[in-house]
């Protein structure tokens, strides 16, 4: 067994011939209130369970942790959900080896309930089943840690006030980072103050399967006040941001690469949460993407997004196979292919599109819904201006069916359109076996609608078309 020694300035265990088990080094530790060093090596050890302010720390990448029993070894901060706050917990440089070993019942292979002030950072988590961090109440900094081959690398619920910045993320089993209310109904969606920033993630699978619940880089469920800003995102199986019944949110200067659906996705799929409100989506750049950015369900009052000075290349009709529940009842889902979708009360002005195969900028849209169903009657709008839209099939598409709506597109630049700079397009279905009254397939134009590309009309009209300059594809 490993052994325990003290100095007045910290506690010491390693490997060194002994008595000491890593819990009883971190009940000593907590005693003293001097921080525990973990010496250089592999340390086969049972769960250890944190109850008070502690720092515990290692030389980066010299100590890996691994269970001694057939589940997986778990650092747990705090006894659970219902336990009382522990402040100033800090765990930095270690290794947690999951071992692809089941977790019993935990959550990750570090897990903090109801912590201030916590500190998890240069740490390795590696082959988790669930999550490599799982956090639960948390308010802190997670930052410089590497997280490989777990189901979900970074994880927060109900978190307030945290940072997690600086990670290296790699081949993530379903989830990145994912950070949630739970529950997230509209009387809980309350101030988060979560900061997402300067975060790599590489390649995020779907294992699980679904519609997009699992496969997001960087994924937000019912949080209020929200910045996603200067991540690296590549190779993600559905969204590198996806954000679903968030108030209050900046989403910016982030670089997407192959996306397989939607590169950064605002939505509210259901109406038992509260709409979307208030997001600004700017300076980001997009490529090789499903569809580019997205601000769609009016539902639950779902509204004011502003999209500007963003830069997408390569937006594709991606085919592959979703599925209803888990991985059963297996359908092909066809992306739109469409660099911006407006919604309700929306700006898209100063982007960039180039090659989108279905649309540049789709502006299609019913209004907004209250959580009943029944139509809110606000007066919706939206402004698509000075945007240059390259090479797409169509320049903007819109459907102007709902009587409510209120829309300007003006000064935008639309060159080398494949079939219309400017018409009206409609949602289609996607083929059987997909589930019944699912239009989730790309935009087409509308049959006999005219062509609105050169059309300028009076600034009163509910749908008005103004200086939009057309230019030739060049040979």
Excluded at 7 to 14: A, E, F, G, L
Excluded at 176 to 187: F, H, K, T
Excluded at 269 to 292: E, K, M, Q, R
Aim: proline fraction near 4%.
């Amino acid at each position: 067994m490993p052994s325990i020694t003290s100095s007045p300035t910290n506690i010491v265990y390693s490997t060194a011939a002994g008595t000491g088990t890593l819990q009883g080094a971190i009940n000593l530790a907590q005693s003293t209130g001097l921080p525990l060093f973990i010496a250089p090596g592999i340390y086969t050890e049972a769960s250890v369970i944190i109850a008070g302010t502690v720092t515990i720390y290692a030389r980066k990448d010299s100590v890996q942790l691994r269970s001694s029993t057939s589940n997986a070894f778990v650092m747990q901060i705090g006894s659970g959900t219902t336990s009382s706050r522990i402040p100033g917990v800090v765990i930095r440089g270690l290794n947690f080896d999951g071992e692809n070993k089941p977790l019993g019942g935990q959550n990750g292979l570090l897990q903090f309930f109801n912590a201030d002030r916590m500190v998890v950072e240069d740490c390795f988590f590696w082959r988790s089943t669930s999550s490599g961090l799982y956090l639960y109440g948390a308010e802190g900094r997670v930052s410089g840690n590497r997280c490989d081959n777990c189901s979900a690398s970074l994880s927060s619920v109900n978190g307030a006030g945290l940072t997690i910045e600086n990670n290296y993320l790699t081949n993530s089993l379903n989830t990145g980072i994912e950070c949630y209310r739970s529950p997230w109904a509209v009387s809980q969606t309350y101030f988060d103050g979560t900061i997402i920033q300067r975060n790599r993630v590489y390649t995020v699978l779907n294992n699980s399967g679904g519609s997009g619940q699992w496969g997001n880089a960087i994924a937000c469920n019912g949080l209020r006040f929200l910045r996603i800003a200067d991540n690296f995102i590549s190779n993600a199986n559905y969204s590198a941001i996806r954000v679903n019944y968030c108030k209050d949110v900046t989403i910016s200067s982030n670089q997407v690469d192959a996306a397989r659906e939607v590169a950064i996705f605002v939505e509210n799929p259901a109406d038992y949460a509260g709409g979307w409100t208030n997001v600004v989506i700017s300076g980001n750049t997009l490529n090789n993407v499903g569809g580019g950015i997205v601000c769609v369900n009016n539902n639950a009052g779902s509204r004011r997004a502003t999209i500007t000075g963003n830069a997408i290349y390569y937006v594709k009709k991606n085919t592959f196979t979703e599925y209803t529940d888990g991985v059963s009842g297996g359908y092909s889902r066809i992306t739109h292919g469409v660099g911006i979708w407006l919604a309700a009360d929306c700006i898209a002005d100063g982007n960039t599109i180039e090659y989108a195969e279905a649309a540049g900028i789709a502006a299609i849209f019913s209004g907004t819904w209250n959580g009943q169903g029944a139509p809110d009657q606000n007066t919706v709008t939206a402004l698509i201006s000075n945007n240059i839209l390259k090479y797409c099939y169509v320049g903007v598409g819109y459907s102007d069916n709902d009587p409510r709506t209120f829309v300007e597109i003006s000064g935008n630049i639309i060159v080398g359109a494949g079939a219309f700079q400017i018409v009206k397009m409609a949602v289609t279905s996607l083929p059987s076996p997909a589930p019944e009254g699912n239009y989730y397939g790309p935009p087409a134009p509308v049959a006999g609608a005219p062509e609105m590309g050169g059309v300028s009309n009076a600034v009163s009209t509910r749908w008005s078309f103004n200086r939009n300059k057309i230019v030739s594809a060049t040979v």
